[in-house]
Structure formats: C-alpha cells, structure tokens
C-alpha cells in the first residue's frame, strides 16, 4: 500500500492593487470613489503624483472645496431642518381634520426633533471638516509647484482658507494655518490676505493649544514683513499678547522676530513702554548662559532703545550696572550697541558717568575694533558741561592712540568717524580744546579732511570740530593763524550737502568777527555764492557783447586774473560802502553762530522724540 502523498496547497495570486491611471479614468473626488482619504494624502505627498493629480484637483477639488466651505457651522435652525430631510415638521394628509390637538406641537416631540437633527448636524460637519482637511491637505503637497500655485491663487485659494478659519476642528485649524503661512510668502496673497483681513481673525487662535498658536505665530511672522499688516497688528491688540510669549520657551524664538519687526516702525516702538517687553527682555539678556547674547533678542532690545522711555525702564533696578559689566566681561558688542543707543537720550547721560574711566581704558586695552567703535560711540554722546575731558585724555595718555587713529586709511572709516565725533564732544570744553591744538591735533584732522572730502559725514563732523574750537577765545585765533582752516571752511561753503554748508556758514561768521582780514574775502565769497546764477549770467553776457564790438580777444589779453571780480568787490566793500545796518546783522550773526553749541543732523542722529501712538 503507498504511503499518503503530501498534499501540497494552491498558490493563491495577490490581489492586485490596481492602476492609478484608474483615477483619470472617471474617478473622481465628486462621484463615489474608491479610493480612501488615506491613499490620497500617500500619493499627494510624492512628487511624482503631482502633476497626475493636478488635471483631477485644481479643477474638481477646487470645485468641491468651495461650497463646502460656505457652509457655516453656526447654521439656524432653519437650517438645520432643511438638512434633516423634514423631520422637523409633519405634513397633515388630505383627511386630516383640523382639531386643536393638531395645532398645538407637542414640546417634548420638538425637542426630540431638534436634538435629533442638532445630531444630525454634528456629524455632517464632522464628515465635511474631514473631507475638507484631505481636500486643503491634497492642495498643500501639490502647491510645491509654483505654476499650480498661481492656478489655485486665481481660483480664490486664498478666500476659502480664510472661510475656514471660523471652524472649531483643530486638526483642520492647524492645516489651513499651515496652508496660509506657505502661501504668505508671495506678495499677491499677502495683498489678498490683508485685504481679507486675516489679522482680525488669528487672536482667536492664539488662545488654542499649543501646536496650533505655534504656527499661527509663524503665519504672523511672514506677514508682519508688511507694515499695513504690522499695523494691523498693534490695532487688534496682538501686542501684549506677543509679549506674553516671550517666556515660553517654545515660542520664544519666532516672538522674538516678530517684535523685533514691530519695533522697526518709530510710532509703535513708544507702545511697548505700556507692556512688561523692556524688563522681561533686558533680564533674558542679563540671564544669558552664553557668550554672545542671542541675536534676535538683542537686536529688539537695540530698536527699543531708540525710544526715551524705553531706554528709562532698560537702566531701571541698576540694570545700567549689570549691562555694563556684561558688556566689559564678554566684549559682547550688540549689548554696547544698545547701551550706546541708550546714551543718545540727553535725560539719561548723568547715569554714564561712572562708566566713563572703564570706557576711556578700552580704548587703549581692547582690539576689537567693533568694540572700540560702540564704546566711542557712547563717550561721544556724554556732552556734559560737568565733565572734564582734558583730564580724561590725560589721565589715559589717548593723544597719541588719537593722532593715530587720524591718519588716512590706517584704520576702518567706521573707527576714525567715532573718533572724530569724540574730538567735537571733547572740543566742548575750553582746556580740552586748547589740549587739542597743542597736540596739533587740528592739523591731523586737516589732513583727515583732504584724504575723506567725498565722505559728507566724515567732513561734516570734521567741520563741526572746527565750529566748536573756533567758540573758544583762546583756541581761536591758533584755528585761523596756525591752520589752513579758514581757506578750506571757504571751499566747502559751496559744498551740495545742506548741512555742511549751514555748519560752514557758522565757522566763517566767527572767523570775520575775529579776523578783518578774512571778513573781506569771507563777505565777498559769500556774495558770490548767493548770487552765482546772476555773475555767471553777466559774464557770458559780457563776453558776447566783447566778441561782438571788439572781435575774438588774444590768449595774453583773455588770461585775466581769476580774483579780478573779488578785488573789485573788495574795493567796493572797503569804499565806506558797508552801512551800520550791515554791521548789525554781522552782530546778529556772531550771536548766532557763537550760541549754536548742537551737534549738526547726520545718519547717527534722529529724531527720537515720542511720536504718538497707532490710533
């Protein structure tokens, strides 16, 4: 007998999942499609679906999505009863008599009718914010191609996100929050977005678990590159609340950048003095574990300072102190930056003059030049009449590092303007001034001035040391016999640049009430500046009506003097044409230029008085 063969079972052949070229074959999202939610969102995440999923999307779902999203969960009651198919009410048959039985709807039958329907509702919804969140999901991962994102920008992508925006679902929130941060970045939408007015619908959010403010605040993040919308911002009251994040560590970061883009605008930088911003952001720095502080937040602490009253509550508590010995310990220079953003406010330089001696001895210890430049900068704003600074610079031996640093392109352009905004602090007092001119230090700053005469605020501050020695009786006659000041003082007189010709106007009006000598040449020159266009027009006139009665002069006879028109004027001056009118007005001038002690308008100076507030 043969043994039992063993039997051996039939291969089953695996099913196969089918093509997806099936899915333009008149499967669409409208009809009863086979294919689930989950296997679309695994094809839109892969590339190369896209442009397959494009024909089938961008049409049929851009389609679908619209109505769906018109729809309102707020729905009345109406509403509700039209969804529910008629629940609500029951039709009479044609022998139905009209009793008063009938009349009265039963309460407890309505209340089962609408908790019924209320149900009903609820989980159409449901089923909608599901289908919603795959159809913006599907959107999203195709929107990785510019061209389809311009078609669904045209189909109004933009308003529909923002429809959605009143939904209560949470995963939808988070994805259409997403969908609208990716599409931020192009300027079209932001346009469409703040004309939606998108700002006055994310406070809401904000107040919602912690995923989703996360990337709401990275949504306002990419609009708030937008001043309208910044605006928009402060409006609604997103201020104090941004400021509350400050302390989250998960939010921290994208705070910070945010702020830091409100508080480029002057208007809204006053706003932050009525929030807890200043300290909380003042002490993170203060408690910084590292060596550099953190670059987004200082560089809000350096915008805030610019403001009065910010920079008031920044030194508050002896937080001047701890900034300082911060600064010196890590030479961090963004904390000397904002510290010398602080100093710019004439209210608050009395609290700097403890630091004076520490900031004077870097000069001569620290090499970092970027360093050097904001400590610099920082004595240069300390004009007080209190303070000695020959005694400064002597105590600390700067003439030499200052004779140094003024010779042409030894050191950064950045530097030697520092220096030279510190000589015309320094040239304030009287023996300071006279210190200067003994160390030839004028003569350097001459030749500083010839090298950078293209640099309008290299000679503008240079000019303005000139103004302040020549105030002083005892220096000013070694600036206008010692030095060729008064030539070049002359030259720049005619300069394009506003404010070194109004700084240069002031220099020579001193210079003519102490020299007779330059008075004449500084009248006439004068003259001719303020009537050029008229010399100019005399002269060729002149020469053409000579060409014509006399013929083409000769080379010898046309090679006049050039100062021929200023020894005329010169006679004309010292004929006893000058009347005592003149001669007052000269006075008038001498007070002025004698009285003006301010330092003239440049690119470090602003205007940095409260402005009022966003209305």
Same mark, same amino acid.
């Given at each position: 007998?043969?043994?039992?063969?063993?039997?051996?079972?039939?291969?089953?052949?695996?099913?196969?999942?089918?093509? $997806?070229?099936?899915?333009?074959?008149?499967v *669409?999202?409208?009809?009863?499609?086979?294919?689930s939610?989950?296997?679309?969102?695994?094809?839109?995440?892969?590339?190369?679906?896209?442009?397959?999923?494009?024909?089938?999307?961008?049409?049929?779902?851009?389609?679908?999505?619209?109505?769906?999203?018109?729809?309102?969960?707020?729905?009345?009651?109406?509403?509700?009863?039209?969804?529910?198919?008629?629940?609500?009410?029951?039709?009479?048959?044609?022998?139905?008599? !009209?009793?008063?039985?009938?009349?009265?709807?039963?309460?407890?039958?309505?209340?089962?009718?609408?908790?019924k329907?209320?149900?009903?509702?609820?989980?159409?919804?449901?089923?909608?914010?599901?289908?919603?969140r795959?159809?913006?999901y599907?959107?999203?991962?195709?929107?990785?191609?510019?061209?389809?994102?311009?078609?669904?920008?045209?189909?109004?992508?933009?308003?529909?996100?923002l429809?959605?925006?009143?939904?209560?679902?949470?995963?939808?929130?988070?994805?259409?929050?997403?969908?609208?941060?990716?599409?931020?970045?192009?300027?079209?939408?932001k346009?469409?977005?703040?004309?939606?007015?998108i700002?006055e619908?994310?406070?809401?959010?904000?107040?919602?678990?912690?995923?989703?403010?996360?990337?709401?605040?990275?949504?306002?993040?990419?609009?708030?590159? &937008?001043?309208?919308?910044?605006?928009?911002?402060?409006?609604?009251?997103?201020?104090?609340?941004?400021?509350?994040?400050?302390?989250?560590?998960?939010?921290?970061?994208?705070?910070?950048?945010?702020?830091?883009?409100?508080?480029? &605008?002057d208007?809204?930088?006053?706003?932050?003095?009525y929030t807890?911003c200043v300290?909380?952001?003042?002490d993170?720095?203060?408690?910084?574990?590292?060596?550099?502080s953190?670059?987004?937040?200082?560089a809000?602490?350096?915008?805030?300072?610019?403001?009065?009253?910010?920079?008031?509550?920044?030194?508050?508590?002896?937080?001047?102190?701890?900034?300082m010995?911060?600064?010196f310990?890590?030479?961090?220079?963004?904390?000397?930056?904002?510290?010398?953003?602080?100093?710019?406010?004439?209210t608050?330089?009395?609290?700097?003059?403890?630091?004076?001696?520490d900031?004077?001895?870097?000069?001569? !210890?620290?090499?970092?030049?970027?360093?050097?430049v904001?400590?610099?900068?920082?004595?240069?704003?300390?004009?007080?009449?209190?303070? !000695?600074?020959?005694q400064?610079i002597?105590?600390?031996?700067l003439?030499?590092?200052?004779?140094?640093?003024?010779?042409p392109?030894?050191?950064?352009?950045?530097?030697?303007?520092?220096?030279?905004?510190f000589? *015309?602090?320094?040239?304030?007092?009287?023996?300071?001034?006279?210190?200067?001119?003994?160390?030839?230090?004028?003569?350097?700053?001459?030749?500083?001035?010839?090298?950078k005469q293209?640099?309008?605020e290299m000679?503008?501050?240079?000019?303005?040391?000139?103004?302040?020695?020549?105030r002083?009786?005892?220096?000013?006659?070694?600036?206008?016999?010692?030095?060729?000041s008064?030539a070049?003082?002359?030259?720049?007189?005619?300069?394009?640049?506003?404010?070194?010709r109004?700084?240069?106007?002031?220099c020579?009006?001193?210079i003519?009430?102490?020299?007779?000598? $330059?008075?004449?040449?500084?009248?006439?020159?004068?003259?001719?500046?303020?009537?050029?266009? $008229?010399l100019?027009?005399?002269?060729?006139?002149?020469?053409?009506?000579?060409i014509?009665?006399?013929?083409?002069?000769?080379?010898?006879e046309?090679?006049?003097?050039?100062?021929?028109?200023? &020894?005329?004027?010169?006679?004309?001056y010292?004929?006893?044409?000058?009347?005592?009118?003149?001669? &007052?007005?000269?006075?008038?001038?001498?007070?002025?230029?004698?009285?003006?002690?301010s330092?003239?308008?440049?690119?470090?100076?602003?205007?940095?008085?409260?402005l009022?507030?966003?209305?």
């Amino acid at each position: 007998m043969e043994p039992p063969r063993r039997r051996i079972p039939e291969l089953k052949q695996r099913p196969k999942s089918g093509n $997806w070229g099936s899915f333009h074959a008149g499967v *669409g999202l409208q009809g009863n499609t086979a294919i689930s939610a989950s296997l679309i969102k695994a094809h839109s995440m892969n590339n190369s679906y896209h442009e397959a999923l494009s024909y089938e999307s961008v049409g049929s779902t851009g389609g679908t999505v619209a109505p769906l999203s018109n729809i309102s969960t707020n729905a009345s009651t109406d509403s509700l009863s039209g969804l529910s198919g008629g629940t609500a009410s029951t039709p009479q048959t044609p022998g139905s008599t !009209d009793g008063g039985a009938m009349d009265r709807p039963d309460p407890r039958k309505q209340k089962d009718d609408y908790d019924k329907i209320n149900k009903q509702f609820k989980l159409f919804a449901r089923k909608q914010e599901q289908l919603l969140r795959v159809a913006f999901y599907l959107l999203l991962n195709i929107a990785e191609n510019v061209k389809l994102e311009e078609k669904m920008r045209k189909k109004h992508i933009v308003r529909m996100l923002l429809k959605a925006l009143e939904r209560q679902n949470f995963d939808l929130l988070v994805l259409v929050v997403t969908f609208l941060k990716k599409l931020a970045i192009v300027r079209d939408n932001k346009d469409e977005m703040c004309e939606l007015n998108i700002v006055e619908k994310l406070p809401r959010l904000l107040q919602s678990q912690k995923d989703l403010v996360q990337m709401t605040l990275k949504l306002l993040f990419n609009l708030s590159f &937008d001043a309208r919308l910044r605006a928009k911002m402060i409006r609604v009251g997103l201020l104090p609340k941004l400021v509350t994040f400050l302390s989250d560590d998960k939010h921290h970061g994208i705070v910070t950048k945010i702020l830091y883009h409100m508080s480029l &605008d002057d208007k809204i930088k006053s706003m932050f003095t009525y929030t807890d911003c200043v300290p909380v952001v003042v002490d993170l720095l203060l408690l910084n574990l590292n060596q550099r502080s953190d670059p987004d937040l200082i560089a809000l602490g350096i915008n805030l300072a610019l403001n009065r009253r910010n920079a008031a509550m920044m030194i508050e508590n002896n937080r001047l102190h701890n900034l300082m010995s911060r600064a010196f310990k890590c030479q961090d220079t963004m904390i000397m930056k904002m510290i010398r953003n602080i100093s710019v406010h004439d209210t608050l330089r009395m609290h700097f003059v403890d630091f004076v001696g520490d900031l004077a001895k870097i000069l001569i !210890d620290c090499g970092d030049e970027e360093f050097t430049v904001e400590c610099l900068g920082i004595l240069g704003n300390l004009a007080l009449a209190d303070l !000695d600074y020959s005694q400064i610079i002597h105590n600390f031996n700067l003439i030499p590092l200052i004779r140094n640093m003024l010779v042409p392109g030894k050191y950064k352009d950045d530097l030697v303007l520092e220096m030279v905004v510190f000589l *015309g602090t320094c040239a304030t007092d009287e023996s300071c001034a006279m210190l200067l001119c003994k160390a030839d230090v004028m003569l350097s700053l001459i030749e500083l001035l010839k090298a950078k005469q293209e640099d309008d605020e290299m000679v503008l501050q240079i000019v303005f040391v000139f103004q302040q020695v020549l105030r002083h009786e005892s220096t000013r006659c070694y600036m206008i016999k010692e030095t060729e000041s008064p030539a070049y003082l002359i030259d720049l007189m005619h300069d394009k640049n506003a404010e070194i010709r109004k700084v240069c106007d002031l220099c020579l009006d001193i210079i003519a009430i102490t020299d007779s000598e $330059w008075a004449s040449r500084i009248t006439v020159e004068k003259f001719r500046n303020h009537n050029s266009q $008229w010399l100019s027009m005399v002269d060729s006139q002149e020469s053409v009506d000579d060409i014509q009665t006399y013929g083409p002069m000769e080379d010898d006879e046309s090679d006049l003097n050039a100062y021929l028109t200023s &020894d005329y004027l010169d006679q004309l001056y010292h004929s006893g044409a000058e009347s005592n009118d003149d001669a &007052d007005s000269n006075k008038n001038r001498s007070g002025s230029a004698m009285s003006n002690y301010s330092r003239p308008v440049s690119r470090y100076s602003r205007n940095l008085d409260d402005l009022e507030t966003v209305a």
